[in-house]
C-alpha cells in the first residue's frame, strides 16, 4: 500500500509540475513576475 500511495503522490507532483511549465510557457509575463518573489 505504502508504494501505491506514493506512486500517486509522485504522479500528482508530476502533473502539477508540468502543468505550472505550460502556464508559465503561455504566459512569460506572469512567470517573470512570479519568479521576482
Known amino acids: ?15 502539477l509540475s508540468l502543468g505550472a511549465l505550460l502556464v508559465a510557457l503561455r504566459t512569460p509575463a506572469t512567470g517573470y513576475e512570479i519568479s521576482k518573489y
Open 1 to 15: 500500500m505504502g508504494n501505491a500511495i506514493y506512486s500517486r503522490l509522485i504522479g500528482i507532483c508530476v502533473v
